[in-house]
């Protein structure tokens, strides 16, 4: 059952959204649970209530909207977000929230019934901008996170989570878990260059990379850099220099999908002709396997004491953050492939590099994310676009895997 | 003709001026012409007027002391500076005034006379922590640097030399190059860890390493460090990295007496998980050959240049700093060298890594330096220290070659 997605209709909607909380460049900036995402919240549960879908609240903020199904099943979920960083785009989380949507309305439109309820939903604090940790409403809902705990955890603003929920009416009465999906669907922009430097249009996202950050401290020695001998340095900073290029070496040498990036790196004291005394720097490795995430993880760390320990300077280090990685499952993975095929879109399978509520869905129900092309791979930034053919796209795409998983009744009354 | 030093005199007057500008820790602060380097000034040269010298002050504030020859002949003249940077030594400059002193007084209790007079001197501002340039009083003293030009220079707190001068009465009448030396010879601490970790008791100095200091800055492209492949990154951090290394090799290919140091790295925007967009660094290289200096520039440069271009990175640099090296006279760095194997003194010939008043003489007549350990290699620090043994060994050396190029009037009227 193919349907017909109203592009303009959802177009206007995401530039709708996107006028709340505007920046003056463009782009726009919804913190979680902020008086712009409240009345973000607003504006989309309201679009909701227009095609009078069950709608409702649960107590991490988490709005779902349901059109029944016409069996006693589990509904199929499509969601995302609607919160954004400070210099957030348009697309990132609202193209899975209004993408679902239009999903729903098309769907309505063209008096199609489904076996399984079709619901969408947008979850709290995906971004983790101004309440760490990210993906905290999705996170709850799916009992990867502690209800409680996340209440009380206290924003950049000194604000807690229960406090700004209550602040902005957004605390509903459901409880967490009520709702048990047969499946989770999440349209997402790629964030990313990959799509748009190859000319493919779909991205059939197989998981999320995991993630292991590290910060290395090196103490060395300061030393005047006139008077002392290359031989007898104990150079913090070239020991420093050394780990980044082999953080790179790893990711040349493990190839795609390893990923390796220094995004931090402080010398002590910082001045011309000193050898540093002290440096710091961050190692970020990201792999879809656990065991290859392993492996770099321990090149790297070994690398890191052999360089020291040749310059004679001690090393000490920390784990800023560790995720393992995440599968989504193999059937609904397919299920998006051949829907691209069927639509005639080119795709590409790939990992997420970035952290999305569906991670949070994969250990409880089938959950699986398409990606649509990010213009200069930008996101998180005002500068974030995809353009509408592209959101098109995903839209359709969406429709077509949610369908065929929620069953069709056709007119004869047998599921398609 | 051997003479005794004494010793005890000497480090008496090494910790009188010490206590001028004390610190709390140790070490002290007596940054160019301010009241405590007005407080040392008044202390030296009353010791200078105490042997009765001769005892005047140029225009830029120059102490020059001298003890009349036998001869009309033009001065031998021991020197160096009495200012400090803000957490300085004990020793740094101090001594080879000191040293010049002792000297002179134990020529006098030896009742020896010269042909050529003996003078000791102490420079404005060696160290250039208060005004910029450093060696600024020798250098306007041998006509490197213009009087006018100096005297105009405004330091970190706001005040102009002319009116510090005048302000701690510093200020002399004598008009600079008034005195043509028959040679200069400047006894220093080595600042560095070479003749400590070799056990050798004194550094016969050939010279002063050119100096080169550039700064690198390198615009990439921030991006996203889970969704952006390694290939199609443009990393400002990874080109920093990479230029950081290669200033090592180029110290590792070259050999001593090459050196490169790359003291200052920041990055931007300084995120764990954004790949960097601009990256600065500062590489300080330094050589005794100037033909060697530029040819370990013209490395880096194209390195660096090709290092930002695979990466598809833009690449900016400029000169924060670029001396020339400086040769010693010859004939006067073998006569110390002759001189330290005549007192028994193990000793190697090296450049120095820093800049000294002695390359300010080193145009205009033969000049030279002695060095002697420091503890740990450590300068401009309140821990600085050399052994009373070490300093002693450096008089005796500088008293030896300074009566062979003086001429000591032995007692039949015949010159040595």
Same sequence: chains 1, 2.
Avoid at 20 to 49: N, Q, T, Y
Avoid at 76 to 104: C, F, P, Q, R
Wanted: with cysteine; proline share 5%.
């Amino acid at each position: 059952m193919r349907i017909e997605i109203n592009t303009e209709r959802l177009l206007a909607r995401i530039e709708a959204l996107g006028r709340i909380g505007a920046l003056p460049g463009g782009g726009c900036k919804r913190l979680a649970l902020s008086a712009e995402d409240a009345a973000g919240r607003a504006l989309v549960s309201g679009w909701f209530r227009d095609l009078e879908l069950d709608v409702y609240t649960d107590v991490i903020g988490n709005c779902w909207a349901i059109r029944p199904g016409q069996k006693d099943l589990p509904p199929l979920v499509m969601g995302s977000h609607i919160d954004t960083v400070a210099t957030g785009g348009l697309y990132d989380g609202v193209l899975g929230v209004l993408g679902g949507l239009e999903v729903i309305e098309s769907v309505i439109d063209a008096g199609i019934e489904t076996d399984h309820p079709l619901a969408v939903a947008f979850f709290t604090n995906e971004e983790g901008a101004r309440f760490a940790p990210d993906m905290m409403g999705s996170g709850v809902s799916q009992g990867a996170l502690d209800l409680e705990e996340m209440l009380a955890k206290v924003g950049i603003d000194g604000v807690s989570v229960a406090d700004a929920l209550e602040e902005i009416g957004a605390r509903g009465r459901e409880p967490v878990g009520a709702l048990a999906p047969c499946a989770y669907l999440e349209l997402h922009i790629e964030q990313g260059p990959v799509l748009e430097a190859e000319g493919t249009e779909i991205g059939v996202v197989t998981g999320v990379q995991g993630i292991s950050w590290t910060e290395f401290a090196i103490a060395g020695r300061s030393a005047h850099a006139g008077t002392t001998p290359m031989a007898l340095r104990q150079d913090a900073g070239a020991v420093a220099a050394g780990i980044a290029m082999e953080a790179r070496a790893i990711a040349r040498d493990f190839g795609p999908p390893q990923v390796a990036t220094v995004g931090r790196m402080r010398f002590a004291p910082d001045i011309v002709n000193v050898v540093p005394e002290e440096a710091v720097l961050t190692v970020d490795l990201r792999h879809t396997d656990e065991a290859v995430l392993q492996a770099a993880e321990a090149r790297l760390v070994a690398a890191a004491e052999a360089l020291a320990e040749a310059e004679g300077c001690t090393l000490s280090r920390r784990s800023l953050a560790r995720f393992e990685p995440v599968s989504f499952d193999s059937g609904l993975v397919d299920e998006i492939e051949e829907g691209a095929k069927r639509l005639g879109l080119s795709h590409r399978r790939m990992p997420s590099g970035a952290g999305h509520d569906a991670q949070m869905f994969a250990p409880t129900c089938p959950a699986a994310m398409i990606f649509v092309p990010s213009q200069d791979g930008i996101s998180h930034n005002i500068h974030e676009y995809t353009a509408p053919h592209d959101l098109a796209n995903g839209v359709r795409l969406l429709a077509e895997v949610a369908l065929a998983r929620a069953g069709v009744v056709q007119p004869e009354g047998q599921t398609a």
